[in-house]
């Protein structure tokens, strides 16, 4: 008992962490039921540039698991254009998707750039844009084309524009990072000879909150991305740990021990109107928001053993939610708020489990078995989490269903509580 309670004390700041500028190598080791083929040309004219536009998008979509990749290269001319489109070469291979597309340099150092996402079984166009972006966009373009054919392919939204956040330990320096969702362009955020902890984006993707030992204690801050300006959220006696926002932005739940043990607290953005949230005979810790603001849940040995609980956002009595083993912590809601993931321990195996809250039903996702951190993707498919293999801290992926499984790793350095950021605004 007394080494559950010391862990889940220290879970808040947990250890975890990545190599500087190092993109993260994704291998993926399962796939959905039913994959939509789907064929994608290489777009005129990107052998010019620095970055395949089609390559970008095909990896992304292979990376969702959905999707089989249609080789097209056997059929010649290869079309750039609707007109050009000859759809029983296509339907011969069993695509039932086609993109095409092209780039056109202009004479100021712009490029325009146009696709069109075809149905081949109909015959008809399903969607088309056309941008005009610079060089250094090239990628994050292709992330966003990747994204329309993912939603018009399969209804949902897709994440690939979106961003993760991470911490990697290289020897004694820890360093906070941010990357695109497949690994790219890693940026450090803030670097120290001291732990950086529990990352928690801000709703606007402009953000992030953490926790930093830099002056020797559990401190939280907020941080700006684009500025790099930061301020101390929560520096009160003894540990300040585990923020998590409010759906509006506008207020943190936090865990302090000003009072005496792990408990629950609330407070503004900038730092002020502390308030207690709960009050228990145990340890609270780890708070998430409901996506309606309406709710939060939290772990708690209140019960004698980690469990997670369910309080109104406006405060009141904690109920009990999991019941199923005697260690189920580290909850998040998923983005409808119809479930919640979390870590179970079996058998002295960590895994990464989702629970339905109407119907109480538990679903075991991950087969690895030192899991932690888990966190949603934003369209609610995704589940990003750290794990250890060989007794390194790599970073992993699994669907909602369980279905599809991704490793994410990097050559050296420890890399682990990841936090997958939200859809941004201008997406």
């Known amino acids: 008992m007394r080494r559950n309670l010391k862990w889940l004390l220290m879970l808040c700041v947990t250890l975890l962490a990545v190599p500087v500028q190092a993109a993260l190598t994704i291998e993926i ?7 939509i083929p789907v064929a ?3 777009f005129a004219a990107e052998s010019t540039q620095p970055q395949s536009i089609s390559g970008i998008v095909s990896a992304d979509l292979m990376r969702s698991g959905l999707f089989r990749m249609v080789d097209p290269s056997g059929v010649q001319p290869q079309p750039h254009e609707p007109a050009e489109v000859r759809y029983p070469d296509w339907q011969g291979r069993n695509a039932e998707a086609l993109v095409i597309g092209g780039m056109t340099p202009r004479p100021d150092g712009r490029i325009d750039v146009h696709f069109r996402l075809l149905d081949v079984v109909k015959q008809n166009q399903l969607a088309g844009f056309n941008y005009t972006i610079v060089p250094a966009q090239l990628r994050a373009t ?10 018009k392919l399969t209804g949902d939204i897709g994440v690939f524009s979106t961003r993760i956040a991470y911490i990697v330990k290289e020897g004694k320096r820890f360093e906070l990072q941010v990357a695109d969702a497949d690994g790219y362009g890693a940026q450090t955020v803030m670097a120290s000879q001291e732990p950086i902890l529990s990352p928690a984006w801000s709703p606007d993707g402009e953000k992030l909150a953490y926790v930093s030992f830099e002056k020797k204690k559990p401190i939280i801050y907020v941080q700006m991305l684009k500025t790099g300006a930061r301020h101390a959220l929560a520096s009160f006696k003894g540990s300040n740990s585990a923020p998590a926002w409010s759906p509006d932005g506008r207020k943190l739940a936090i865990v302090l021990t000003r009072d ?24 609270d810790t780890e708070p998430d928001f409901s996506p309606d603001g309406k709710w939060i849940i939290f772990t708690s040995d209140r019960g004698g053993s980690p469990q997670i609980y369910r309080m109104p956002a406006v405060g009141g009595v904690g109920q009990r939610i999991t019941f199923e083993g005697s260690y189920n912590v580290s909850p998040q809601f ?5 479930n919640f993931v979390f870590i179970q321990r079996n058998g002295g195996q960590f895994h990464v489990a989702v629970q339905d809250f109407a119907t109480g039903q538990v679903q075991v996702l991950t087969d690895t078995t030192m899991d932690e951190a888990p966190s949603y993707a934003p369209n609610g498919k995704m589940i990003i989490y750290a794990t250890e293999v060989n007794r390194r801290g790599v970073l992993a992926a699994v669907s909602s269903d369980g279905r599809v499984k991704q490793r994410l790793s990097v050559q050296a350095g420890d ?4 936090a997958w950021g939200p859809l941004l605004k201008n997406q």
């Open 334 to 338: 998923s983005p409808d708020g119809k």
């Open 260 to 283: 005496g043990r792990s408990q629950l607290y609330l407070i503004n953005a900038d730092g002020g109107n502390l308030q207690r949230w709960s009050d228990s005979s145990g340890i």
């Open 142 to 151: 292709a992330h966003k084309i990747a994204d329309v054919i993912y939603e």
């Open 40 to 42: 994608i040309v290489p």
């Open 415 to 418: 890399v682990r509580e990841p």
């Open 29 to 35: 080791t399962g796939g959905a039921g039913n994959q």
